[in-house]
């Protein structure tokens, strides 16, 4: 197939591309950057040059399908450029793939459109559960509000269908990169001490999703996906830390409802400073991490014949295989923690 992807030079991107080329498919890939070009050609893709925050209708190549996994992902910050890149660049990609001869459209959602404001523990939730379109997350709300524009466009001869990763870890995952330095300088504290259930999905478990999808399943349709082993919060961490020497014990800990206003705080502060980057603890930060989120992902299994074939361990030891390079920032990339 000739597939056009979005987001290459992020975490997922980086897994897809390779993967989708050593199958034998032609890989497109999406960029607003020339500055990408050489990275995107040596991942297996031939550089498509467009911006899905700038307004303009796309021109594709003609292709056989679309894989959407560029997403603008932060913690904190103004809501428009959410909307206008989550939102309004999806309809737009959504239209340019039709106009480009595209049958199948894959859209990278988040588990987490279904996080509600209040903190809400969640539990083994299937795909009936409802989603925050308006939720003071501005990257959750504009998921939220991106997904249903994607799955109304199924139609025939266009066939659509969203996955619905939860937190997507993996070499190169800005969690983990970021994890030893909070660590070591004494910035990192768990949320009721991390002993809480949490789904996770490893790049490679995505990357099968979307094949999958690829291949088979109803369109109009979304699809939790997840790791196969259930855990904590807590073990996570743990497995994570320990691939880099270092231990959790003794961290500290917060309650969610001190964590949570803390975020709160802080979010106030740099937004009325106008500070760059997200600040250390913010509200959507403690939302995505700080609570109890488990996913069902049986429709998958049975639609999509997702199976979930990287285990734990698998994972952990991908994190010594040299194939991904250095991803972008998390603002340019569909990762997402507790995404």
Not at 29 to 46: F, M, P
Not at 192 to 200: A, I, L, N, P, W
Request: proline share 7%.
């Amino acid at each position: 197939m000739k597939i056009l992807v979005t987001g290459g030079t992020g975490l997922l991107g980086g897994r897809l591309i390779p993967s989708l080329a050593q199958d034998g498919h032609q890989i497109f890939a999406l960029t607003r950057a020339s500055s990408s070009h050489a990275r995107l050609r040596a991942l297996g893709a031939s550089p498509v040059d467009g911006d899905l925050e700038g307004g303009a209708p796309l021109s594709l190549p003609t292709v056989d399908a679309v894989v959407h996994a560029a997403a603008l992902f932060r913690f904190s910050g103004p809501r428009a450029p959410f909307f206008r890149t989550n939102v309004d660049g999806t309809a737009a990609l959504l239209q340019a793939a039709r106009r480009a001869g595209a049958k199948t459209f894959v859209y990278i959602s988040a588990a987490g459109i279904i996080m509600d404001d209040a903190g809400t523990p969640v539990r083994d939730a299937d795909e009936s559960a409802p989603t925050f379109p308006n939720h003071f997350s501005a990257y959750l709300a504009s998921k939220a509000r991106a997904e249903p524009l994607v799955l109304a466009a199924n139609g025939p001869g266009f066939r659509t269908i969203a996955l619905r990763p939860p937190a997507i870890w993996g070499p190169g995952d800005a969690f983990s990169r970021e994890l030893p330095d909070a660590i070591r300088s004494g910035r990192f504290a768990f949320v009721d001490r991390g002993d809480y259930s949490v789904s996770t999905c490893h790049v490679d478990n995505v990357v099968e999703a979307v094949k999958c999808a690829l291949e088979r399943g109803p369109g109009g349709r979304a699809y939790f996906i997840k790791d196969p082993e259930p855990q904590t919060f807590r073990a996570f961490v743990a497995s994570l830390a320990s691939l880099q020497g270092l231990s959790v014990d003794g961290l500290r800990s917060m309650p969610y409802w001190l964590a949570s206003a803390a975020g709160r705080m802080l979010d106030a502060i740099w937004a009325v400073t106008r500070r760059e980057g997200d600040p250390p603890v913010s509200r959507s930060m403690m939302r995505m991490i700080g609570r109890e989120f488990t996913v069902n992902d049986d429709a998958a299994r049975r639609d999509l014949g997702y199976a979930g074939r990287t285990s734990r361990a698998d994972g952990l030891r991908s994190y010594a295989d040299p194939r991904p390079a250095a991803p972008l920032p998390r603002e340019h990339t569909a990762s997402a923690t507790g995404g």
